[in-house]
């Protein structure tokens, strides 16, 4: 078992990192997973109707995403304890400009499928790194406090999303919302350029590219690692059950407009944004490990809600629609105290160890996502009974990390 150890750096380089430059920049690199599938949301059904695919092949462009998302992230990973943040980091936001001016000149599901894998597999880039960058720079605690305000902050992103594509939707194509994300990408590149690298020379890995990769054999045998992942990948099943479905229940079932979905699902947005405060403030009077697994319990309450409102065959938009933004909101508890954990169980091959977890995260929304495809019924049933499932899961893996025994945390 490894242990905890802080990052080596400079106070100088410390606090040119906690400047205000490199908050958003961080924010927008954490928010390139969100934003890349937030804003087409509302664009779905008339995607579908456009390229000429049904609700569930159109689904598979979410699961699609997520499936590149978690490859890419075991690349990027240890491809950046070995070269350093920076250069990577424009590699794959180049890769995920390509890919989303791709995706805006598809004509059928199928070219739009792949052209999500390939804009996916450069966004995991930004995801990956900007995480491991976190963890050059600090401490467990710290490091958690930081990852709540950076997605309080790039909540903003997913919260806008869906509302700015409805916009974007009324006023010209559903192409022009990737063109808008090749935009995103151009001037993240900007941003990455005036940086500074956090991963200094005297700190990256010394032998060549595989000795980098064989960090992964390490980090499997890592029981709270691996428990970390496992919270990780649980919980975004339920949520990217949810991201995948929810256009189709709320437009097509609920028979609510474009915009109206877009406030839907900001409310969920601003629920993660309001926890990730929450959170951050209760760090430190409470073990992180803690307010993990309270975010867990509600999430299942919540989830529990959902598929009541859907057994009972009722309308129940309201209960509905809140038990729905509740269970999303619980991101702010259990996200960041997940990633700040499994990081702090390594003290060699961050990148890898945040690959691991992101691999595990957006493994699991893509299970989630093409399960609510491909038991996709026209009711909202399949969406709901995911989510209770993946809740249960979550709260298993949690659970065993706050009572288990482990001499790396100082925490109670």
């Known amino acids: 078992m490894t242990t905890e150890t802080a990052p080596a750096h400079d106070a100088p380089q410390a606090e040119h990192y906690r ?182 020379r005297d700190r990256r890995m010394d032998a060549g590219l595989g000795s980098a990769f064989a960090h992964y054999g390490q980090h499997l045998r890592n029981s709270r690692l691996m428990l970390y992942a496992g919270v990780l990948g649980c919980f975004a099943a339920g949520v990217f059950a949810y991201v995948a479905g929810s256009s189709f229940v709320f437009i097509q079932y609920y028979r609510l407009s474009p915009d109206a979905y877009g406030l839907v699902f900001a409310a969920g947005i601003a629920g993660i944004m309001l926890a990730n405060i929450v959170n951050r403030h209760l760090i430190g009077r409470f073990s992180s490990d803690s307010l993990m697994l309270t975010g867990t319990f509600v999430r299942l309450a919540a989830g529990l809600v959902v598929l009541g409102v859907v057994a009972a065959g009722s309308d129940g938009l309201v209960v509905f629609t809140v038990g729905l933004a509740v269970f999303v909101a619980m991101n702010g508890l259990v996200g960041a105290n997940a990633v700040a954990g499994g990081l702090a169980s390594v003290d060699h091959g961050t990148g890898s160890a945040s690959a691991l977890l992101g691999f595990a995260q957006y493994g699991g929304g893509m299970v989630g996502s093409a399960l609510v495809g491909a038991l996709a019924d026209g009711t909202p049933f399949p969406m709901a009974i995911i989510i209770v499932v993946s809740a249960v899961a979550t709260i298993a893996c949690a659970a065993t990390l706050k009572y288990m025994k482990h001499p790396d945390s100082a925490q109670p």
Do not use: N
């Open 19 to 200: 400047g205000v430059w490199l908050t958003v920049l961080l924010s927008l690199l954490l928010g390139f997973a969100s934003i890349s599938t937030d804003l087409y949301l509302p664009a779905l059904p008339s995607m579908a109707a456009s390229l000429g695919a049904s609700q569930g092949t159109l689904e598979l462009t979410v699961s699609g995403y997520l499936l590149g998302f978690s490859l890419g992230q075991l690349f990027w990973g240890p491809v950046s304890d070995r070269y350093g943040r920076k250069v990577p980091l424009l590699a794959g936001v180049a890769i995920f400009a390509v890919g989303a001016a791709g995706c805006a000149l598809s004509t059928d599901a199928f070219q739009m499928i792949g052209w999500r894998i390939v804009q996916a597999l450069g966004a995991s880039a930004a995801v990956v790194i900007g995480r491991a960058m976190v963890r050059d720079l600090f401490a467990r605690e710290e490091a958690a406090r930081v990852l709540s305000t950076l997605m309080t902050i790039m909540g903003v992103a997913p919260l806008l999303g869906p509302i700015l594509g409805a916009q974007i939707l009324a006023i010209s194509s559903w192409q022009y919302i990737f063109w808008t994300l090749v935009a995103i990408g151009l001037v993240t590149s900007l941003g990455v350029v005036r940086t500074t690298e956090s991963l200094p």
